[in-house]
Structure formats: C-alpha cells, structure tokens
C-alpha cells in the first residue's frame, strides 16, 4: 500500500484543489460501498429515498416485497434528478419531461417517442447501481458490478456484535444533518484521531479514558476502529454505565463513520460527503436499544452533540489554515495518527 515518507501528511492544497476533488469522485466515491440510508424507509413496496454519493445521486426503491433496487437517480432524457426526498410511488416519473420509468428501472414511458424514429425504450432505463444491507443499515456502491458489501464489512459485524448489540433489535430514533466549511478528508481525519480529545473535548475526555496507553487503535484492511474504555472514576451528566462497557469508534472506507457509545444499547452511522472542495455534509442516523430510558437518551445526544460541536470549529480551523497555503506538509504522529496515515494510504492507492 502507497504511503508517505517520514510521517508527512497528504499534501496540502489536495485539500481544497478541485481537480483533486473531481479525481476523488471518480476513483472512490463512484467505486466505494458507502452508506446511504436506513432499511426502514423502503419497508414497504413502491418505497424509495434518495441520497447524494460523494456527488452521485441515488435513488434507492423497494419494487417488491423482496426486491430493494437502486439507481443513478438521472434521467436518461437529459439528466435531471428523477425524485426528491423519499415517499412511495408506483413508478418514478422525472418531473421535467415526464419521462416514467418503472420500479424496476425500465423506462415506461415518454411522451411524443412514438414520433421518434428507432426509439428503444429497453436501451434507455435508468443506470442500476449495487445496493445491500447489514441488519437495518442500506448500502450502496455507484459501480454495479462491485464485490459484495460482505467484503468491504469484513470483520466489522462481529466487533459491533461483540459490544453487546442486536442490530435487528434497534430502533430508529432520529437524524442529525449539518454541512461544515471543511474538506471531507478533513473531517475524517478528525474522526480517525483522539489526539485532540483531551484538549479540544474535556466533557468527552471525563467519560471516556483518552490517555495514549488506554485509547486503543486498531487498522483493518477496509476500516479503522477505536476503542475508549470508560474512566474508572469518570464524571460529568452524561452516565456511561450499562451492558456497553466501553466506546467503540469505527471508520468504514471510504467516508462511514460508526459510533457505539458506553452505556445503554445505542449506535450512530453516517457518512461524511464531499459537496463542494472545502464543504462537506454530514448526517448520523441515531439507533437505540427498544427499553433505554428517555432521560439516558437525552442525555447521552446532548453529549455527543456537545462534541460535534467542538469538531465543527476544529475542523473549520484546519481548513482555514490549509487554505492559507505556505505550508506544503504537515507532519503526523504515528503513535497517535496512526489511522490517519492508514486513510492516506488507501487513499493514494485509490488515487493511483
């Protein structure tokens, strides 16, 4: 696997160059298994929702009872967006044209094509796109002729068993969306590091113990774990107490992120989407255990959120200074950073 010499970090200006950007979207977010949204919004045929890949437009559609289909949500006619938000329809009709496509992707119909000499409507059907699950979470790659999901989860299932949790056995509580003035890479970094916990999360840091010989850092050949054991005399509102003994942080390539915090039964996913070279959406779809108490569920999201709150101005701040430019490198701590230089070599070999 590619990597950089004595510690540098990518170099800077990838971080806010759009031609990187474009040349990321193609290498990665339209090769990559990338989250997209949960099982319980396409329960039901004639389902569908949509979701933004990396710059990808998806759209995702329960056809029958057994069959969950996804696409390029673009029209074949002149490349509009088909459908917007989610809801449930008999079929998918591009509001531009009215060009009508069926729940398995076939085009229906389009107006005036019976005028068009050798109109075929079997060649132009909206692009399929590889879709797949793991318990209540919906995945899809851009690139229909990817290797199984299976593949890229690897051994992640059995470590987020191993916590304690029952995927089948949550349920959906809520989302929480937002866009940040940052690179996506940089989000991530953020993400793959506690380095920065003790002085940039004090709340987070009197729960969980962020000292380097407690933190512990794990690399796998497609994700990145963290585990945070909890302080054995911790404190602060937030009670880490409960059948999760410990933190459970884990970064799924390209751009998932997974928290299992201590405590009650509880997971958050989401991904992390680049919109633009220096923005970056987000969203994490919060999961709980089906008798955890609402007191505990609140206290426990105004926790977290407290901590988003304090990356957002972490990452904001490193984005300025990236974009300053007078610096070609930073310089990373392999004890610590040791995930960030993992997500650097997967991403220069992706970049090849």
């Known amino acids: 696997m590619a990597t950089l010499a004595d510690g540098r970090t990518l170099p800077f200006d990838w971080y806010s160059d759009p031609a990187v950007l474009r040349l990321e979207r193609e290498q990665i977010f339209r090769r990559t298994w990338q989250y997209a949204g949960r099982a319980d919004q396409v329960a039901l045929p004639g389902a569908f ?195 999760i003994e410990r933190g459970q942080f884990h970064f799924l390539w390209p751009n998932v992120t997974i928290n299992i915090m201590p405590g009650r039964p509880n997971l958050s996913i989401g991904p992390i989407v680049p919109i633009g070279p220096e923005r970056t959406a987000r969203f994490l779809d919060y999961f709980v255990g089906p008798d955890v108490e609402q007191a505990w569920l609140d206290d426990m999201l105004e926790f977290d959120q407290q901590v988003g709150v304090e990356d957002r101005a972490l990452v904001e701040r490193v984005q300025k200074g990236l974009r300053g430019g007078g610096l070609a490198h930073g310089r990373l701590m392999g004890e610590s950073e040791g995930l960030i230089a993992h997500f650097q070599a997967m991403l220069l070999e992706a970049l090849a």
């Open 49 to 243: 929702f949509t979701c933004d890949l990396g710059g990808v437009p998806i759209v995702v559609v329960r056809e029958s009872e057994s069959r969950l289909r996804a696409f390029l949500n673009v029209c074949r006619h002149r490349g509009s967006l088909v459908c917007e938000g989610d809801g449930r329809r008999e079929t998918l009709q591009c509001p531009y044209h009215a060009w009508t496509y069926g729940l398995d992707g076939s085009l229906r119909a389009a107006p005036r094509s019976d005028r068009e000499p050798g109109f075929d409507r079997t060649e132009l059907g909206l692009v399929p796109v590889s879709v797949d699950s793991w318990g209540p979470f919906v995945f899809v790659n851009p690139d229909g002729e990817a290797a199984p999901l299976a593949d890229t989860l690897g051994e992640l299932p059995e470590l987020v068993a191993a916590s304690g949790l029952e995927l089948e056995s949550l349920r959906f509580l809520e989302r929480s969306s937002g866009e940040y003035e940052a690179n996506w890479k940089v989000c991530s970094e953020n993400f793959l590091e506690c380095y920065h916990c003790q002085v940039a999360h004090p709340g987070f840091s009197k729960v969980v113990d962020v000292s380097v010989d407690a933190y512990v850092l794990e690399q796998s050949p497609t994700f990145s774990t963290q585990y945070g054991p909890v302080r054995e005399t911790w404190e602060g509102a937030f009670d880490p107490r409960g059948p």
